[in-house]
């Protein structure tokens, strides 16, 4: 693992221990609301054998671990998708992404079932409370240092 990917997952630790978690029955939840849309499928793919929960708005960029944010996903789409929206991958150039003309599919799919469980997606910075946000951004300074630090050392390319 390179010092980069250190700090970037560093980051996102943090950033998880910020985020709301949900229960084992908040789980059971969301696989009855894709079950009473048809089936538990992969919503990017379809595939029927959905063995992850892919956050739709990812960990990094402040999502929840919450119904709303969580959806069915395949290994193969959720490694793909990394940590994108779904428009950003559909149109990148991961290999691996939702074919184009199924992005209408899929984001009418999300918003119904966001809206399904009332949950509407903040950026990180946006949600936390004023102490927090403050107790973010130091951590943040430090990890400016400790970046700095390795990059005089000649440990981060
Ligand atoms: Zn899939």
Redesign the pocket.
């Known amino acids: 693992m390179s010092a980069g990917l250190g700090l970037s997952l560093i980051d996102r630790a943090v950033k998880e221990s910020f985020a709301s978690r949900c229960t084992k029955d908040d789980l059971e939840r969301i696989r009855q609301y894709f079950l009473s849309k048809g089936a538990f499928r992969?919503?990017?793919?379809?595939?029927e054998n959905?063995t992850r929960w892919d956050h739709l708005h990812a960990v990094s960029r402040g999502g929840d671990t919450v119904p709303g944010n969580l959806v069915p996903?395949?290994q193969?789409?959720?490694d793909s998708k990394q940590d994108k929206d779904v428009n950003e991958w559909a149109k990148g150039n991961a290999k691996h992404r939702p074919p184009l003309e199924a992005l209408a599919r899929i984001e009418a799919e999300i918003r119904a079932y966001q809206s399904h469980f009332s949950h509407e997606p903040k950026e990180f910075e946006a949600k936390l409370s004023a102490g927090d946000l403050a107790k973010y951004k130091r951590f943040r300074q430090e990890i400016e240092v400790l970046r700095e630090h390795l990059k005089t050392e000649g440990l981060l390319k």
């Not at 992969?42 to 595939?47: D, F, H, P, Q």
């Open positions: 992969c919503l990017y793919c379809g595939s959905p996903a395949c193969r789409c959720d």
